[in-house]
C-alpha cells in the first residue's frame, strides 16, 4: 500500500439544548492522517462485503480511534481544490479499510 495521500480527520461535536432548543455540534479537526485514496463503487462494496451503501471512494489508513461512521476527511488535490469524503462503512483488519462518499 502506497500512503500518498494527506487528510485532515474531523468528527461532529456533540449538540447541546440551550432554552429548550437543539444546537447541532459542528465538525472540528481531530486529527491528521495519511493514507492512500483510490475509486469505489456501491456494486463493489456488495459484492465485496455485503453492504448497500452507496460510496465513490475508499480509503486505506493505519488504525485510528478518531474514525468512525460519520467522520469525514478533508483532502486538498493538486489542484488546490479542497474534496470531502464521509465515512459510511469501515472495515477493519490491522490497518482500516474505508468506504466513503464525496460529499
Known amino acids: 500500500?502506497?500512503?500518498?495521500?494527506n487528510v485532515d480527520i474531523y468528527?461532529?461535536?456533540?449538540g447541546e439544548k440551550i432554552d429548550g432548543i437543539f444546537i447541532p455540534g459542528v465538525l472540528e479537526k481531530v486529527n491528521s492522517?495519511?493514507?492512500?485514496?483510490?475509486?469505489?463503487s456501491t456494486?463493489?462494496?456488495i459484492k465485496q462485503y455485503g453492504y448497500d451503501?452507496?460510496?465513490n471512494k475508499r480509503i486505506f489508513m493505519d488504525a485510528d480511534v478518531n474514525v468512525r461512521v460519520g467522520t469525514v476527511f478533508y483532502y486538498t488535490n493538486p489542484q488546490n481544490v479542497v474534496e470531502k469524503y464521509e465515512v459510511?462503512?469501515?472495515?477493519?483488519?490491522?490497518?482500516l479499510?474505508?468506504?466513503?462518499l464525496g460529499i
Do not use: H, R, S
Not at 11 to 14: E, G, I, L, R, Y
Open 53 to 55: 451503501i452507496e460510496v
Open 11 to 14: 468528527n461532529k461535536a456533540p
Open 88 to 95: 459510511k462503512v469501515i472495515i477493519g483488519w490491522d490497518y
Open 33 to 40: 492522517a495519511v493514507c492512500d485514496i483510490q475509486p469505489y
Open 97 to 100: 479499510e474505508v468506504a466513503c
Open 43 to 45: 456494486t463493489l462494496l
Open 1 to 5: 500500500m502506497f500512503y500518498d495521500f
